[in-house]
């Protein structure tokens, strides 16, 4: 994979959260930010503790300590490739507060969970309110920020303050309030070179019949194409290829295999299907039959097989009943 090359520069805020309701509350001293590099920081007098790799799933992932910033890339589209660094921080009670950091390619993500669950009162991030409300906010709490622009090794520092469900709307709750910073270096976007596309288009002066193309980035012997089609009475290849049935219902669909080539205009396929529009609904007075206003006939368009494999249909296709 190749990395990409932007010009630098810091962040604009866009919140994905639950609720903002806004109020005041007590300001605590903050932790230096250089003190997050410390393996544990105790503060007993706040009654708290900061250890950069306390975070929950952390182990899924790796962290700074296993790349370099210089020479390594993420791709937005793939979550193996993120590097998190997760924090943990604890009340006087005991209940911890964890926090995972990692870079979406122009996008940062902070990631909020609780020992308890439903500890989250209160978030301010920077100095902002991003969850403030007497119910608990729901978990993960999910808080992004948008990369004005990226440029490896940056480093962004934020500060953060989470006050307990235990504490109450007063100043002075201080051993329910946690501050901390937290640190992130930037990384490269990765620059895929591929010539992948798949495409659906609706045949024309037929009904409910589609030509689906797929030009793969590599050559693929006995690949096996398959296709979920949940909500069909019938189905028919106007393509003449040979299909081989599989499942049945919500389950079921058709698959195809045989070899793809590299680039060039890729393979197609073209079908017609019959909407399964009649639903049987059994119950104490007998079989009734109604009819949905739509059914989903396609779901899945799954390569299984080489490096870019995967479902390639982005959006249901559905049918009209009516």
């Known amino acids: 994979m190749k990395r990409s090359t932007m010009l630098g520069g810091r962040y604009s805020v866009v919140a994905v959260i639950s609720a903002m309701l806004l109020f005041s509350c007590s300001q605590l001293e903050d932790i230096h930010p250089d003190a997050i590099q410390d393996n544990q920081i105790e503060a007993t007098a706040d009654g708290f503790k900061l250890t950069p790799l306390g975070g929950i799933n952390a182990a899924n992932f790796r962290t700074h300590e296993d790349v370099s910033c210089d020479d390594y890339c993420i791709n937005p589209e793939d979550a193996s490739t993120f590097i998190v660094e997760s924090y943990t921080a604890s009340f006087q009670n005991g209940n911890e507060i964890f926090v995972n950091t990692y870079q979406k390619g122009e996008v940062m993500v902070y990631e909020f969970r609780s020992s308890q669950g439903n500890d989250l009162k209160k978030i301010t991030f920077n100095g902002s309110d991003i969850y403030a409300s007497n119910q608990a906010a729901a978990e993960p709490f ?33 051993g329910n309030t946690v501050v901390f910073s937290t640190s992130y270096a930037l990384f490269d976007i990765c620059v895929i070179d591929t010539c992948e596309e798949f495409m659906v288009e609706a045949i024309e002066g037929m009904e409910n019949a589609y030509r689906f193309t797929y030009i793969s980035n590599e050559a693929l012997e006995d690949v096996t194409i398959q296709m979920t089609l949940p909500q069909i009475a019938d189905w028919e290849a106007l393509d003449g290829k040979s299909y081989e049935e599989f499942g049945n219902g919500a389950n079921g669909g058709i698959r195809w295999t045989g070899d793809l080539a590299a680039c060039g205009d890729g393979i197609t396929f073209e079908l017609q299907f019959k909407p399964a ?44 009943c009516n």
């Open 142 to 174: 999910i808080y992004e920020v948008a990369l004005e622009s990226v440029v490896a090794c940056t480093e962004i520092k934020d500060d953060i303050e989470v006050r307990s469900t235990n504490s109450n709307s007063n100043a002075g709750a201080t």
């Open 277 to 320: 529009c009649e639903v049987s609904n059994s119950n104490s007075k007998g079989n009734k039959n109604t009819t949905p206003s739509s059914v989903n006939l396609m779901t899945n368009f799954v390569v299984q097989g080489g490096e870019f494999g995967g479902n390639k249909l982005k959006n249901n296709i559905t049918a009209a």
